[in-house]
């Protein structure tokens, strides 16, 4: 069993910065990759990120690509999601997620850090 919390949402001005911080406990281990998702009103979920818990390999989103930078802290468990240029397309909720490397599904989420861009 993993539990996730996310924290570290906001309202931000256009061109702003955010860090989500997402707290992981339970099991995670080297097997263990770890997701940032999001979610707007009336849209589907969409893939941000994502890192492999062990050697940091790094994926993102064409669309935060450049501007998002996703990092872990092995010793405290816990995930970032660093944002910087945001923009009003950014706004949603943001959900962290954990897989592992035998399985595509995301077994274990967050509660979900409401992001606000305002233009």
């Known amino acids: 069993q993993v539990q996730l919390v996310e924290s570290g949402g906001g309202l931000v001005q256009t061109g702003g910065s955010l860090r989500l911080s997402c707290a992981a406990s339970?099991?995670?281990?080297?097997?263990?990759?770890m997701g940032w998702f999001r979610q707007a009103p009336g849209k589907e979920r969409e893939f941000v990120a994502r890192?492999?818990?062990?050697?940091?390999?790094?994926y993102y989103a064409d669309s935060v690509k450049g501007r998002f930078t996703i990092s872990r802290d092995n010793a405290k468990n816990t995930v970032f999601l660093q944002m910087n240029s945001l923009k009003p397309e950014d706004t949603a909720v943001y959900y962290c997620?954990?897989?592992?490397?035998?399985?595509?599904?995301?077994?274990?989420w967050g509660q979900g850090t409401q992001v606000t861009v305002s233009s």
């Open positions: 997620a954990q897989r592992t490397i035998y399985s595509n599904e995301y077994k274990y």
């Open positions: 339970g099991r995670t281990d080297s097997s263990s990759i």
């Open positions: 890192i492999f818990w062990s050697g940091g390999l790094t």
